[in-house]
């Protein structure tokens, strides 16, 4: 469902409210290793032996690649939304393996093969694979070695982009055999439960970027029905499975105060701190990245427009726990930043997590919450109950969910999403040439803007005399949007679209505090049809209060990455003579 009829508005928005206990469970392909982009190819030349057809680019590339981690988001999700290859094992392949003429193995001699000294063996869908000379050049660094001497499945049941033409196609090369027939029902039989199998439910009407992880934004035509949005079609950015947190047993840690090591139940939590209600919209870094795709592919989720959401959220204030704790002027005279760290784990235990600036977390007009609702309930489980942080004004990525641990440290985050990913570049700058450590971590994001109505493709007609424009505008570092322009020739002419700060109608939410103005303004305009034009160019641009404005184009923003993406949103409508488009 790429775009609802406009017909359909008020029906879906009834959906969205009445089916919201009725979701539609979904299976959840994912995030992974391996990008696609090897340094080198192995060929077989007979028995175990191996011949290296290296890239000229080798000694570069695997030193950008070699550290990233398995968990690695969207930096190493490449074509996931293109290639949603599912491999099965038939009873035809498993026959290919009985009757093939290559040595036949049992379990307990791969498990023998272990590691690099007794060689790295690896079981896929009953075959047998010697890796042992792939282990240096893997993208993913030594992690393929969690998988040594047993079965590749469970760890690309985390990591389903492996699970392409490619991927496959590569491994072949290093088969040297197949499982015998006892071998192979032990492990089918052994293999652990999908780490998915215990998703929440979600909307139907959500479109799906990946399901493992899950990651999905709500139709373009409904995001700014409601100045709120419903939780259940807020956007979904989970980089690992969802976990499975029990309230009671919920501990929060923080270190780094004068203190020590500190845990806090979220009973605690709720009972010793304020409670602090905050509006605020979280957009992805991706959101629009599927323009930068049309420029030329970069590598991460295909994100339309719909990778923002607006909510309020309840919790307590960080700054009031940090104070209540310790931290004081001996605290803030060593430390920089405020690292988190999320209960989202991959197969290694590594966690997902973030660090953002140390002011920024203990201002008191920084507005940083340990939230514990989102629109007045507890945190769905995608949104990250029990507790997350919500760090207003700033990236998505650094708003950890499932918070698990806070720690005040005069460094950042070492982690994958902090160092190594999140960071934008020169559209010169390849995947050969970057250099991660160039390039500061993202924190606020820049001015945004976008139409929701009408859709790209769809009919106006000229009768009507006048097209209706709708949708929303932000940015980051609570820099209040004071304007939005719209075209409807490409950007010959302009006009000013009113803008809507809350769901009330004739009675708009008093402005902001300067410098505080967490949340989206949506926004809309009536424009007269050019006299005589067959198709409207609609364009969008917003001004914030620091009188930041987008771009005109995607070319010069374009990165590798494909983050930050914020030209003018544009859509091409047609006109018709004579009779009401039904789309």
């Not at 641990?405 to 999140?422: A, L, R």
């Not at 490409?490 to 679209?497: F, L, M, R, S, Y």
């Not at 009330?504 to 939410?509: L, M, R």
């Not at 949103?569 to 004579?578: D, L, N």
Request: a neutral charge; hydrophobic letters at 35%; glycine letters at 8%.
């Amino acid at each position: 469902m790429q775009h609802l009829k406009n017909c359909q508005g008020l029906a879906q928005v009834f959906l969205i409210r009445s089916q919201s206990s009725r979701l539609s469970k979904s299976v959840i392909p994912s995030l992974s290793v391996w990008d696609g982009h090897l340094p080198c190819r192995w060929r077989s030349t007979g028995g175990h032996g191996r011949q290296k057809y290296f890239n000229d680019r080798l000694p570069k590339f695997r030193f950008t690649l070699a550290g990233l981690l398995a968990g690695t988001g969207a930096v190493l999700a490449y074509k996931l939304h293109q290639d949603k290859v599912q491999w099965a094992a038939t009873s035809a392949q498993l026959r290919v393996m009985q009757t093939s003429d290559l040595p036949v193995y049992s379990l307990e001699e791969v498990t023998k093969h272990c590691s690099l000294d007794t060689g790295v063996w690896v079981t896929y869908k009953g075959g047998v694979y010697d890796i042992t000379e792939f282990v240096a050049i893997h993208p993913g660094g030594d992690k393929i070695l969690l998988a040594a001497g047993g079965a590749l499945e469970p760890y690309w049941a985390l990591y389903a982009v492996h699970q392409q033409d490619h991927v496959l196609e590569i491994l072949s090369e290093y088969k040297i055999g197949v499982l015998n027939p006892e071998s192979y029902k032990k492990q089918e039989s052994a293999n652990p439960l999908d780490p998915y199998s215990a998703e929440p439910t979600r909307h139907p009407a959500l479109q799906i970027n990946s399901l493992k992880p899950f990651n999905a934004e709500p139709p373009a035509s409904i995001l700014s029905d409601n100045y709120i949005t419903p939780s259940v079609i807020f956007f979904k950015r989970n980089h690992l499975p969802v976990p499975r947190v029990d309230p009671e047993a919920y501990r929060l840690e923080i270190e780094g105060l004068s203190g020590g090591v500190v845990s806090l139940s979220l009973s605690e939590l709720k009972s010793r701190f304020p409670k602090h209600t905050i509006t605020a919209t979280l957009q992805c870094a991706g959101n629009r990245r599927s323009e930068m795709n049309a420029v030329k592919q970069v590598k991460g989720l295909n994100w339309g427009i719909a990778a923002i959401s607006n909510a309020t959220w309840s919790g307590a204030r960080l700054r009031d726990v940090l104070l209540y704790y310790g931290f004081g002027p001996e605290v803030a005279a060593k430390a920089k930043h405020v690292q988190f760290e999320g209960l989202d784990r991959d197969v290694t235990g590594t966690a997902y997590g973030a660090s953002i600036p140390l002011n920024k977390a203990v201002s008191e007009e920084g507005d940083v919450l340990l939230a514990y609702e989102m629109n007045g309930e507890d945190l769905p489980p995608d949104h990250g109950f029990p507790v997350r942080v919500v760090v207003p004004g700033v990236v998505g990525a650094r708003n950890v969910k499932w918070l698990g641990k806070i720690v005040v440290s005069d460094e950042e985050s070492n982690s994958h999403w902090q160092q190594n990913d999140y960071k934008g570049f020169s559209p010169g700058t390849d995947w050969d040439t970057v250099d991660f450590k160039s390039a500061p971590a993202i924190q606020e994001l820049p001015i945004q803007s976008a139409i929701t109505h009408p859709a790209e493709g769809t009919s106006v007609d000229r009768s009507d005399r006048e097209v209706t424009v709708k949708g929303y505008a932000w940015s980051g570092g609570g820099r209040e949007v004071v304007r939005v322009d719209v075209s409807v020739d490409g950007g010959k002419t302009w006009h000013v679209a009113k803008l809507r700060t809350s769901d009330q109608g004739e009675h708009p939410a008093p402005p902001p505090p300067p410098g505080r103005a967490w949340a989206w303004k949506l926004w809309e305009i009536d424009v007269p049809i050019p006299h005589r034009a067959q198709e409207l160019e609609i364009v969008c641009k917003a001004v914030d209060s620091g009188y930041n404005m987008q771009p005109d184009t995607v070319a010069p923003i374009w990165n590798l990455r494909g983050v930050l993406s914020n030209a003018w949103h544009r859509v091409k409508v047609k006109v018709t003579e004579g009779f009401k488009d039904q789309k």
